[in-house]
Every structure is written in structure tokens, then in C-alpha cells.
């Protein structure tokens, strides 16, 4: 798949390399564009990261998501959008509200928003990631969370990101108990 990874930072670059290193064609979009990213795909415009991505993973700050898809919105029609920002603070978590107002034509998912990027760069044996999508969406989004690592857990449709994000407040508890120990993750038992 070609994946537009827009931003550079812990979650993005994480995830970027786990993608490149599974065969995957990787961009990744910023403002300050030129050069090489991590595991040494192009930092591009996040405009011309998104021309001819299959998936755009958002992994900006929660604030900046607004402004990606107002810019941005039209480019991310058809796209797998995967939503992986966290509003801190606010009523939402999410961004799904955003994202279908400003790209109406883009299939949503919620995931890798639940969890420290230290367990995508080594996640822990048997570990799950869940996650929200639209059906459209869903078989690339499981893909990826395949390619880092981790078992993927669907827990329904984009209107399931709120239970999604549900997990972030107890992973953060999780790590407060264990001395603030990053390389968590959750497992489902069946």
C-alpha cells in the first residue's frame, strides 16, 4: 500500500518504519518538507504525501487534525483515513466528527491511539490493538496492525471510536500503576 504518514514524531515515525520494513510504500507528510524521515522514506508536503496514498494515517496533535482536513480535505476522499490523534481535554478523543465534515468521501478508522509508540516499535508477544472502522476501511486497517506486530481487534464501525478511546485513560492508569512502564498493551482472551 502506499501510506501518506502525516507527521514525523514518536506515533507517526513508529509506525512509518513498521510499515516500510513490511514492504509497504511510505511518505511522509509535514509542514517542513525535503529530505528523508525516519527509516529514510521522503518528508514531503502533506499534499503531495496524500497524492496517490491509499491511507493517510493522522498522527499529528489532536488540535492540529482540524486544520490537516480543512486544508486537506478533498485529497482524502476515498482514502482509509486512520485517525490516530487524541483531543486531549476535550468531549471527543477522536476526530471522527472533523474528518467526515471536512472529507466526507474518506473511510474512517480509529486506531493506534491507545497505546505508547514503544509498543509499535516492539510490541509485546500476543498483544492486541482494538479499533473502529468503517467496513471500507477495515481490511487495510487490519493489514497494518498486522505489519507492526500486533493482533487486531475490531470493536465496530466508526461509530464505535468512542469505546476505542476508551482505553486511553486506562492505559494511562495501567502505566501510572507500573511506575510509569510504557511497554503495555492489552490482550483479549477468548
Do not use: C
Not at 507527521?7 to 512509518?16: D, F, M, W
Not at 507528510?29 to 527509516?39: C, E, I, K, V
Amino acid at each position: 500500500m502506499r501510506i501518506a504518514a502525516i507527521g514525523t514524531g514518536n506515533i507517526g515515525g513508529t509506525l512509518g518504519q513498521r510499515w516500510a520494513a513490511a514492504g509497504h510504500d511510505v511518505v511522509y507528510g509535514a509542514r517542513s518538507q525535503g529530505g528523508s524521515g525516519p527509516a529514510g522514506a521522503p518528508v514531503a508536503s502533506i499534499a503531495s504525501a496524500l497524492d496517490g496514498a491509499e491511507v493517510a494515517l493522522l498522527a499529528v496533535p489532536g488540535p492540529a487534525v482540524a486544520e490537516v482536513v480543512g486544508t486537506h480535505g478533498p485529497a482524502l476522499a476515498g482514502k482509509v483515513v486512520i485517525d490516530a490523534a487524541n483531543r486531549m481535554g476535550e468531549a471527543e478523543a477522536n476526530s471522527h466528527a472533523t474528518i467526515a465534515a471536512g472529507a466526507p468521501g474518506a473511510h474512517y478508522a480509529r486506531a493506534f491511539n491507545t497505546l505508547g509508540w514503544e509498543n509499535f516499535a516492539d510490541p509485546p508477544a500476543g498483544a492486541n490493538l482494538m479499533f473502529a472502522a468503517d467496513p471500507e476501511a477495515r481490511p487495510a486497517t487490519e493489514e497494518l496492525i498486522r505489519a507492526v506486530g500486533l493482533e487486531p481487534v475490531f470493536v465496530g464501525d466508526a461509530k464505535a471510536a468512542r469505546t476505542v478511546d476508551g482505553l486511553l485513560p486506562l492505559w494511562f492508569a495501567l502505566v501510572q500503576q507500573s511506575g510509569g512502564n510504557r511497554r503495555l498493551a492489552f490482550r483479549v482472551v477468548r
